[in-house]
């Protein structure tokens, strides 16, 4: 599937893109450490990092903090994970060093346990079971601690780790109580940007799973109402993105509304669909999914369209000129309603498209049967629809 740039990294395994979003989000500003430039290939095996003997809190901190630019370039995945593992050990190490001698007021205690949070997640991450166990244990102990954005850090990464446990194990029973963990943590402040970019992650995670729409669903429905309450306007912009892709999702037993210009600039009328199966198809020429898909449409339109199959696409292409060649060069016998503004196609945003192809098969009662017709689901939905006809 492609994907809407804006969204693409949303789109990331859940965690990777949860743990490149959240690594150092507890360091103020002048803390937090830019992105090294590439640096030329270190020679040598690299040698171990360890934390120094003595050194002040402050020195012990910057110390962890500057092994996040690295000096030398990997020069493998393995000399890779080795050093992600170091740093992750080296910044716990620091951590339970300073924070005995910290109170929660004293401006170094963010860092610290920023350090520890993250490094306690970067070697569960690496397979370390008892860090994975014992990040929840320390979050759990921040959550009431007096500095706001620590305590919401922590609540944050224990929505993490749940859904972690959760996308691993392949076992979603939880989800609905893990939505309604994600909505009271919004609701104590709609104007969390760093929460609503997790709830955001979350939501579009629990759709990439199979049979997730529901549970999507329903967390973009938990969701919206409170991102709509904010004070920020970019987080209320967003929150018509969310009403956008609940309307999508609640789509299956529900009439769709089909609307906009042919490519020859007519209206399209839908009343031509009454009594048919139609499949709607959100493509682009430049996707390259959606273009292997075409085979498999014009494949069962041959087959079943004498017996009341149609199939309506939506372009998401910006240029009339390649859609048209397209469509002569595949000879695709159906109308293509185009609006020549890529992702800000009406329709797309209507529906909260944020992945194409998007393939939506409604059956004849003018009802949609389901959000995702592609490949042998769809040949298969349509021998189920047309077994008795002649």
Same mark, same amino acid.
């Given at each position: 599937?492609?994907?809407?740039?804006?969204?693409?990294?949303?789109?990331?395994?859940?965690?990777?893109?949860?743990?490149? $979003?959240?690594?150092?989000?507890?360091?103020?500003?002048? +803390?937090r450490q830019p992105a090294a430039p590439p640096a030329a290939?270190?020679?040598?095996? +690299?040698?171990?990092?360890?934390?120094?003997? @003595?050194?002040?809190?402050?020195?012990? /901190?910057?110390?962890?903090?500057?092994?996040?630019?690295?000096?030398?370039?990997?020069?493998?995945?393995?000399?890779?994970?080795?050093?992600?593992?170091?740093?992750?050990?080296?910044?716990?190490?620091?951590?339970?060093?300073?924070?005995?001698? /910290?109170?929660?007021?004293?401006?170094?205690?963010?860092?610290?346990?920023?350090?520890? /949070? @993250? $490094?306690?997640?970067?070697?569960?991450?690496? $397979?370390?079971?008892?860090?994975?166990?014992?990040?929840?244990?320390?979050?759990?102990?921040?959550?009431? *601690?007096?500095?706001?954005?620590?305590?919401?850090?922590?609540?944050?990464?224990?929505?993490?780790?749940? +859904?972690?446990?959760?996308?691993?194990?392949?076992?979603?029973?939880?989800?609905?109580?893990?939505?309604?963990?994600?909505?009271?943590?919004?609701?104590?402040?709609?104007?969390?940007?760093?929460?609503?970019?997790?709830?955001?992650?979350?939501?579009?995670?629990?759709?990439?799973?199979?049979?997730?729409? #529901?549970?999507?669903? +329903?967390?973009?429905?938990?969701?919206?109402?409170?991102?709509?309450?904010?004070?920020? #306007?970019? %987080?209320?912009?967003?929150?018509? $993105?969310?009403?956008?892709?609940?309307?999508?999702?609640?789509?299956?037993?529900?009439?769709?509304?089909?609307?906009?210009?042919?490519?020859?600039?007519?209206?399209?009328?839908?009343?031509?669909?009454?009594?048919?199966? %139609?499949?709607?198809?959100?493509?682009?020429?430049? *996707?390259?999914? *959606?273009?292997?898909?075409?085979?498999?449409?014009?494949? #069962?339109?041959?087959?079943?369209?004498?017996?009341?199959?149609? %199939?309506?696409?939506?372009?998401?292409?910006?240029?009339?000129?390649?859609?048209?060649?397209?469509?002569?060069?595949?000879?695709?016998?159906?109308?293509?309603?185009?609006?020549?503004?890529?992702?800000?196609?009406?329709?797309?945003?209507?529906?909260?498209?944020?992945?194409?192809?998007?393939?939506?098969?409604?059956?004849?009662?003018?009802? %949609?049967?389901? /959000?995702?017709?592609?490949?042998?689901?769809?040949?298969?939905?349509?021998?189920?629809?047309?077994?008795?006809?002649?």
């Amino acid at each position: 599937m492609t994907m809407r740039p804006a969204l693409h990294t949303l789109r990331l395994p859940l965690l990777l893109a949860m743990l490149a $979003g959240l690594c150092g989000l507890l360091l103020p500003a002048d +803390a937090r450490q830019p992105a090294a430039p590439p640096a030329a290939e270190a020679e040598g095996p +690299a040698a171990a990092i360890e934390l120094p003997a @003595d050194g002040s809190p402050e020195e012990l /901190l910057e110390f962890a903090e500057r092994l996040r630019k690295p000096k030398a370039r990997p020069r493998s995945q393995e000399e890779l994970m080795k050093y992600m593992g170091d740093v992750a050990r080296v910044s716990v190490q620091a951590a339970d060093k300073v924070l005995p001698k /910290l109170k929660p007021n004293d401006p170094l205690f963010a860092r610290a346990a920023s350090l520890k /949070l @993250d $490094g306690l997640m970067m070697l569960g991450r690496l $397979g370390d079971e008892k860090a994975q166990t014992e990040m929840a244990a320390f979050a759990g102990t921040l959550v009431d *601690c007096p500095v706001p954005d620590v305590a919401m850090e922590a609540k944050r990464l224990l929505i993490v780790a749940d +859904a972690q446990q959760m996308f691993e194990k392949s076992d979603f029973a939880a989800a609905p109580a893990l939505v309604k963990k994600m909505a009271d943590l919004l609701a104590q402040n709609p104007d969390d940007t760093k929460s609503v970019g997790l709830a955001m992650q979350l939501a579009q995670a629990f759709e990439q799973i199979p049979e997730g729409d #529901q549970v999507a669903a +329903a967390a973009f429905k938990s969701f919206a109402p409170i991102l709509q309450s904010s004070k920020n #306007q970019q %987080v209320k912009e967003l929150a018509e $993105g969310f009403a956008s892709k609940l309307r999508l999702l609640e789509l299956p037993g529900k009439p769709m509304e089909i609307k906009g210009a042919l490519l020859d600039g007519s209206s399209f009328d839908q009343k031509g669909l009454a009594g048919k199966v %139609v499949l709607v198809d959100f493509w682009a020429t430049w *996707c390259g999914p *959606c273009v292997a898909e075409i085979p498999n449409m014009l494949e #069962q339109y041959e087959k079943y369209h004498a017996k009341g199959f149609e %199939v309506v696409g939506i372009s998401l292409d910006e240029d009339r000129k390649a859609v048209e060649g397209f469509v002569a060069e595949n000879k695709i016998p159906w109308p293509i309603i185009f609006a020549g503004k890529g992702w800000q196609d009406p329709l797309a945003q209507f529906y909260g498209i944020s992945g194409i192809p998007q393939l939506i098969l409604i059956g004849k009662d003018g009802n %949609v049967i389901t /959000l995702n017709a592609r490949g042998k689901k769809l040949a298969e939905k349509l021998a189920e629809l047309f077994k008795d006809a002649g």
